[in-house]
Every structure is written in C-alpha cells, then in structure tokens.
C-alpha cells in the first residue's frame, strides 16, 4: 500500500500533468478555430471547379489533355499527408490503416507532406520518393512546389495516377481518413459531406439535348486546359492540406481535452484514497494514544 508521501507526490505530478494539457488544449484550440475558418471558406471555390473540369473531362475530346486519361506507367504515386507532430490522439494510426486497407493496385511510390508519415512509412518499408516539410499555418505557394512534382511524375509517364490519402474534415468530433484520386481528373469529396447531384446546375450553359452541357473555350480548348488544370491540381491539394491540418488541430484540442477531464479526475481518486490513508492514520494514533493511556491506569 502506498504512502501518504508517494500519494502527494502522485498528486504533484498529476497537477503539473493537467497543466501542460490544459495549455496544449487551449493552444489547440485557437489554432484549429483559424485551420477550420481556412479548411470551410476554401471548399466553395475546390468544390465547383472540380465539379466544372470533370463535366469537361466527360465533354472533351480524347486525347484533349493528359490529364483526363490514365497514365502509361503501370504503378500508383501516393500523396500522404499527415501531421508533423503527435497528441493528436488517433488521426494518424486511423489514416495508415486506411491506407493499409485500400489495397491499391499495382505498384505504389509515396510522397509525404508531414514528418509523422515519413516516419511511418519508413517503418512499413514503403518507396518513398520524397518528402515536402510545409509549415503551419500551411501558404498556397509552399504547397506548390509539391503540386507541381506530382504533376511532373504524372507527365513523366511512369505512374498510371496520383492518390491523396488525407483526413477529410467533417466537424470537430467527426474526422474521415479519406482517399480520393487526383489525377486523372476525377470527383474529389471534400468535408464529408460534398455530392455531384445537379452537376453544372448553376451554370449558364448552352442544353444540347444530352446530359453533358456544350461548352465554348475560348481561346481553344487546349489553351484553356493548359492553364487550368495545373492551378486546379496544385489548388485541390492544398484545400486537402487544409483539410488535414483543420483535422490536426481538431484532433488535438479533443485529445488534450480529454487528458485534462482523466487527470482531474485522477487526482480526485488521489485525494480520496490520501484522505482514507490519513484517516486511517489519525485512528490508529488515538487507537495507540487510547491503548497505552488504559495501560498506565
């Protein structure tokens, strides 16, 4: 049974505990309120160019650009992106068993966007062929050098498409490790909660009788993808980064939440168990003061 001293010294280091979580927690807090305002106001603009380029995917003609069709490679390029740091509780354990779980086909490289999933796939012994370190609160022009290399891989010829495994932000307690094909062009779920229904529905196009709308390009079609598609790329991967570092801070905020709730309540079972032992201490006293004050009578 322990002692008084070890019980108080217990409780010391519960409270000193309980501390630096309730910091972390706060810290958290105010980082994930700025990720998620980042993540949401960027979904709108992700989600209708997505939904505009792949109605021109199913519009244009073969062989109009790259990327509508598949690659010639016969392996898969994997975007992992996860957190630099832990006690973010299991965001990046879900999002490994995910990939894990996909089985993907083929062949597969990685490349990785956060130290956690380097790290992890070295350990899985996974063909990592490079690593983007990009600070928080992520900048659009730091994603893109990242953007542009997947591009260059998929041009290259030696990959049939580009994945982006990500934990997809729903709301604070609801987190969706998710992964969604990037190239080629194909539909991209954002938030959790996104659908394709009424594909084109707010756009003033031209009804030719099918159920693809007629799009003009002006100058021609092939300028207009050479010039969209490769914003539309970098962009739609750095609103998945946002996405992830939302469900970063997110993760955090709960998991230190939930450390500071368990140590307040460890140092009630603390106190009580001291309060026992003390208790019991003072009865044996008087038991002992009771005892030998009836010995000398």
Known sequence: MPSTRDIRRRIKSVKSTAQITKAMQLVAAAKMKKAQDQATNGRAYAETMNKILVALRDAAEEGSHPYFEEGKGNKTLVLVIASDKGLCGALNTNLFKKLLAAKLEGECDFVTIGRK?????????????????????????????????????????????????????????????????????????????????????????????????????????????DSILPQYVNNTVFQMLLEARASEHSSRMVAMKNATDNAKQMLKDLSLEYNKLRQAAITNELLEITTAKMALE
């Open 117 to 225: 999933a380097s790290q992890a796939l070295s350990r899985l012994r996974k063909t990592l062929i490079a690593d983007f370190p990009i600070k928080d609160p992520a900048k659009f022009t730091d994603l893109r050098t990242a953007g542009n290399f997947l591009q260059e891989k998929f041009r290259g010829g030696d990959y049939k498409k580009v994945l982006v495994a990500f934990n997809n932000f729903v709301n604070t307690v609801t987190i969706v490790p998710t992964i969604e094909q990037l190239l080629p062009v194909n539909k991209v779920t954002l938030g959790g909660k996104r659908s394709f229904e009424g594909m084109g529905s707010a756009l003033e196009v031209k009804e030719t009788g099918t159920d693809v709308p007629e799009y003009t390009f002006e100058p021609s079609a092939a300028a207009v993808f």
